[in-house]
């Protein structure tokens, strides 16, 4: 029987799109109507976000925690979470869950590392871009990484929590991510990792003026094929 996958929520958006993720690469890999068994907890973001605009990310820990021994209760094996903001608290996670995780940052960088990039531009919250999350997980592989200007790291904060994750995505703010991708290929990358789980709702890979590397997805896909190794 496939290993059952616990999704450990923070924004709505972003789990939704795990979770269906999941589901499409199990039919893909398994058959019709098949996929691995998935169990889903979701403490409102909210409560999320008030341990990190106080920068309480032991707060942010307790809450993962508390998300994995509900999914472990359930049955799941390992959890994943779509929030790539709160992998910041990961290391705490990792010491006290009750069940082993997969971490997002180093599912994108090891795809990364397998394409060839050299050099990956960090887009995501201010949080996520100004912390040690992806640049430990990319250095760690031989990568260099380029974070946006502080101007556009503040649009793109912003555009995050006012706009995406409320599921209000415009042809405005699409095109301003794709210009903020040209600048970071101006500034040496050669790929660009969407390390907030709305924004591949956003950006289109295909009209990107880099490569893009879909942390929600990848992840996804990470977790169906441990969920099937033997």
Known sequence: MPRHIGIVACSAEGAALCY????????????????????????????HMACIRRGDWSGVADLMVESARRVAAAGADFAICPDNTIHQAFDR?????????????????????????RCVGILGTKYLMEGPVYPEALEKRGMRWRIPAAADREWINQTIF??????????????????????????GCDAAALACTEIPLLVRPETAPLPT???TRLLARAAVRRALEP
């Open 20 to 47: 269906r993720t999941i589901a499409i690469e199990g039919f893909r890999l398994m058959g019709e109507h098949d996929h691995p068994e998935v169990t889903l907890d979701s403490i409102p973001m909210a409560r």
């Open 93 to 117: 996670v990792r010491s006290a869950s009750p069940i082993p995780w997969l971490h997002i940052a180093e599912v994108v960088a090891e795809e990364a590392r397998d394409r060839g990039f």
């Open 213 to 215: 590397l879909d942390s």
């Open 162 to 187: 006012r706009e995406l994750v409320n599921a209000v995505f415009t042809e405005e703010a699409r095109a301003r991510f794709d210009r903020v991708m040209e600048s970071l290929k101006d500034d």
